[in-house]
């Protein structure tokens, strides 16, 4: 499972309040992921980071912000949620310190905004 | 803008019977390729990849593709599947960057 958690696993939460995701990994890798998974949509990336305060956006990065102070931890953060949030989120690492191309996917995160 | 196209949403087939899941991509420069599988519930899994070299490429649990330059395709096939390959799958590629595409995903489900 390339040594990724994510939490919480699962969560509830209301319009208009803020909502962070932790993403940890164990093995010192560079490269950190966020996407969300939702029906008819495949995966989309949110935004990514190819090391420590080094991050860039993705397709789909309206309303959400991210930080990665320490190379163990990626945070995504949802200012303040809207009901188009809900979905599943993950995160996933890229092997190395390089960008070997293949991705490993953390366990998800289902977010329910109401 | 590059793409992955996933024609079929729901693929509905027998044990022990054949399937292809099919995969094409929009790009006219070189790409990686890549098949990954997501059980419910859980997160994705690598099945395979297609980097350089050989265009048939063999993954886990059975499964390989063939790399389709001309006809843009990178096909996913098993000979015989088991209930246990019943899970959703996707297609992605890599063009140029080191950022995943994904394609919108196909239901495989395997009836006794």
């Known amino acids: 499972d390339a040594g990724i958690t994510q939490s919480p696993r699962h969560k509830v939460t209301e319009t208009g309040t803020p909502v962070t995701l932790r993403c940890h990994q164990t093995e010192n890798h560079r490269y950190m992921y966020w996407y969300r998974q939702d029906p008819g949509h495949g995966l989309r990336l949110i935004h990514y980071s190819y090391g420590v305060k080094d991050t860039d956006k993705g397709e789909v990065s309206d309303g959400y912000s991210v930080s990665r102070s320490k190379t163990e931890d990626f945070l995504l953060t949802l200012e303040s949620a809207t009901s188009s949030q809900t979905s599943v989120y993950f995160c996933a690492i890229t092997p190395g310190l390089a960008a070997s191309y293949e991705q490993y996917f953390g366990p998800g995160t289902r977010l329910t905004v109401t | 803008a590059q793409s992955v196209t996933q024609l079929d949403s729901q693929v509905p087939v027998f044990e022990e019977a054949p399937v292809e899941l099919r995969c094409n991509y929009s790009?006219?420069?070189?790409?990686?390729l890549f098949w990954y599988v997501q059980y419910p519930n859980q997160g994705l899994q690598l099945l395979l990849k297609?980097?350089?070299?050989?265009?048939l490429v063999k993954g886990i649990n059975g499964f390989e593709a063939e790399f389709n330059k001309s006809q843009t395709s990178f096909h996913l096939r098993k000979p015989s599947v088991h209930i246990s390959d019943t899970a959703e799958y996707f297609c992605a590629v890599i063009v140029n960057t080191d950022k995943l595409i994904f394609g919108t995903g196909t239901r495989l489900q395997v009836f006794p």
């Open positions: 297609y980097l350089s070299g050989s265009t």
């Open positions: 790009s006219s420069v070189s790409v990686y």
